[in-house]
């Protein structure tokens, strides 16, 4: 527990530290590799409770997706158990992270900032959007939060990855079903 307490101690400071900063809304480009990109909240920093960069800046993710292409965003909770968030687009919302159970501070789970562990722990909240051709930009909110003597702690971290893929052709489709007609033709006349 020490450790954790410590961590703590020091996050605070680098919080502290942070505030001293100019604040400014940042937006960040998203690229479609299938790479974490990662994005704080801290209540001492921004009073909204809204997705925050190094700097304390409120951050959006922005990114667009192609005709004839599908992206899948994946949103997790990182660091600390417990904690949930509201996903917006262009400040409307896009869903919400599955609901998870209220964690403790000191009895929390802590898998840092390893979000595909995270995403693999269920008592890590997630999201997982699949989006259409078009333009996005991508923010948040933290909606629950992890508790540290008995009081929201109102501070996290999170990750959110895309990736983009083609859609199929209806060509590709009829061309799949003949192959499978043709398939089941020919184990057809085997067994005659």
Same mark, same amino acid.
């Given at each position: 527990?020490?450790?954790?307490r410590?961590? !703590? =101690?020091?996050?605070?400071?680098?919080i502290?530290?942070?505030?001293?900063?100019?604040?400014?809304?940042? @937006?960040?480009?998203l690229?479609s590799? @299938?790479?974490?990109?990662?994005?704080?909240?801290?209540?001492?920093l921004d009073?909204?409770l809204a997705?925050? /960069?190094d700097?304390?800046?409120?951050?959006a993710?922005?990114?667009?997706?192609?005709?004839?292409?599908?992206?899948?965003?994946?949103?997790?909770?990182?660091?600390? @158990?417990?904690?949930?968030?509201?996903?917006? @687009?262009?400040g409307?919302l896009?869903?919400?992270?599955?609901?998870?159970?209220?964690?403790?501070?000191?009895?929390?789970?802590?898998?840092?900032? /390893?979000? /595909?562990a995270?995403? =693999?722990d269920?008592?890590?909240?997630?999201?997982?959007?699949t989006?259409?051709?078009?333009?996005?930009?991508?923010?948040?909110?933290?909606?629950?939060?992890?508790?540290?003597d008995?009081?929201?702690?109102?501070?996290?971290?999170?990750?959110?990855?895309?990736?983009?893929?083609?859609?199929?052709?209806p060509s590709?489709?009829?061309?799949l079903?003949?192959?499978?007609?043709?398939?089941?033709? !020919?184990v057809?006349?085997?067994?005659?």
């Open positions: 527990m020490n450790n954790k410590t961590r !703590l =101690a020091l996050a605070a400071f680098s502290a530290t942070a505030f001293a900063l100019p604040a400014h809304a940042s @937006n960040a480009p690229p590799d @299938n790479q974490w990109n990662t994005f704080s909240v801290d209540s001492a009073p909204s997705w925050i /960069d700097s304390g800046s409120p951050l993710f922005d990114f667009t997706i192609g005709a004839g292409f599908v992206g899948t965003l994946t949103v997790v909770d990182a660091v600390f @158990n417990g904690d949930t968030f509201k996903v917006t @687009n262009f409307n896009l869903g919400s992270t599955s609901s998870v159970p209220l964690a403790d501070f000191d009895t929390a789970t802590d898998h840092g900032f /390893d979000f /595909d995270a995403l =693999a269920s008592s890590f909240s997630h999201a997982v959007f989006l259409g051709a078009g333009s996005y930009r991508i923010g948040g909110f933290l909606d629950q939060s992890l508790l540290f008995g009081q929201r702690l109102d501070a996290t971290a999170g990750g959110l990855r895309l990736s983009v893929a083609a859609i199929p052709e590709t489709y009829a061309m079903l003949a192959g499978l007609g043709i398939v089941g033709l !020919l057809r006349r085997r067994r005659s």
